[in-house]
């Protein structure tokens, strides 16, 4: 059974940082693009990060490029999101998800597989 398991969320003032991680249980977790959406409140899904299979092609949203950086270690089966500058309009649920279709520029959440349950991030004074 596939499993996604994000950890590192919480409450974060204006201008801070965090890290979410995703651990992966798919045996071949380097030939899977791994993404990272979120959803807020009253909110559809959207598109956040794309990772490809090796780590060396990256994709963000314009919303969050310049600030998120995601990346992979494939030894480990992980797949992180470093967020650097939060603004409140960042607070959210953030999911991880993988799809076999290599290329970070995978943006439709149709295209993902397995999915993770999400971790919820604040950004609040």
């Known amino acids: 059974q596939v499993q996604l398991v994000e950890s590192g969320g919480g409450l974060v003032q204006p201008g801070g940082s965090l890290r979410l991680s995703c651990a992966a249980s798919?045996?071949?977790?380097?030939?899977?693009?791994m993404g990272w959406f979120r959803q807020a409140p009253g909110k559809e899904r959207e598109f956040v990060a794309g990772?490809?299979?090796?780590?060396?092609?990256?994709y963000y949203a314009d919303s969050v490029k310049g600030r998120f950086t995601i990346s992979r270690d494939n030894a480990k089966n992980t797949v992180y999101l470093q967020m650097n500058s939060l603004k409140p309009e960042d607070t959210a649920v953030y999911y991880c998800?993988?799809?076999?279709?290599?290329?970070?520029?995978?943006?439709?959440?149709?295209?993902?597989?397995?999915w993770g349950q999400g971790t919820q991030v604040t950004v609040s004074s």
């Open positions: 998800a993988a799809t076999r279709n290599n290329g970070a520029r995978r943006y439709s959440i149709s295209e993902y597989n397995y």
């Open positions: 798919l045996r071949t977790f380097s030939t899977y693009t």
């Open positions: 990772i490809g299979w090796g780590g060396g092609s990256t």
